[in-house]
């Protein structure tokens, strides 16, 4: 059981404060930079801290639905869209740094809540579980794209990692789904959507 939880809090503190190491290469590597303003930098570095805010709490709401679950399937399901997820955090913060951006200063609040909202998803039951996991990855994926429409046009090296980003959020959806999610009532919907709108707003920010 200790071991457990040493296991549990290192992966915490890798994520919050550990520079992130993906397995795949980061999408874009190799394209040139564009010609942005300082405006168009700001912009681009700000949304993509919120992204690696996404990142960061993505790690937290996968590793407490996991701890939570009692389905050796599920559990690896979600092992494994952790690991997709943490190839996104180090993209992320890579393209971040190259933005000249920084991180959000409320990444150990992002990811204690997340972890908590992970914890009671995981023991709602399964099927509950699983349709948290669907609804989210659905919500980011929308929320990946407002990104999309926001970016400057000419930012080909952001615009090729949330893109890449979204392409797995669709995909763990689809894996939930298929696991057997169940259909979150709309008012747990809602309050996702508010829950994430605040944690944007602010990590564009803060």
Partial sequence: MIDKAII????????VFVRGTGARPVPGLGLPDAALTE????HAAALMRVNHCGEICAQ????????SSSNP???????QAAAEEGDHLAW???????????????????YGGAL????????????????????????????????????????RKTRTIVEAMQADEIAHAET?????????????????????GVMTRTAYWV
């Avoid at 405006?39 to 700001?42: G, I, N, T, V």
């Avoid at 992320?92 to 992002?110: A, I, M, Q, V």
């Avoid at 939930?176 to 994430?196: C, E, H, N, T, Y």
Wanted: contains cysteine; proline residues 3%.
């Fill in 8 to 15: 549990e809090f290192d992966k915490a503190l890798r994520a």
């Fill in 39 to 42: 405006r168009e930098k700001r």
């Fill in 60 to 67: 937290a709401l996968y590793q407490g639905q996991a701890i």
């Fill in 73 to 79: 399937v599920i559990r690896q399901s979600l092992r």
């Fill in 92 to 110: 992320t913060e890579c393209r971040l740094t190259e933005l000249g951006g920084r991180k959000s200063f409320l990444n150990p609040l992002w």
């Fill in 116 to 155: 908590a909202i992970g914890i009671i998803a995981g023991r709602a039951g399964d099927m509950w579980n699983l349709g948290f996991l669907a609804e989210t990855e659905r919500q980011v994926e929308a929320h990946l794209q407002g990104h999309l429409a926001r970016l400057p046009e000419s930012d």
């Fill in 176 to 196: 939930a789904i298929r696991l057997g999610a169940r259909d979150l009532p709309a008012v747990v919907k809602q309050a996702m959507r508010l829950a994430s």
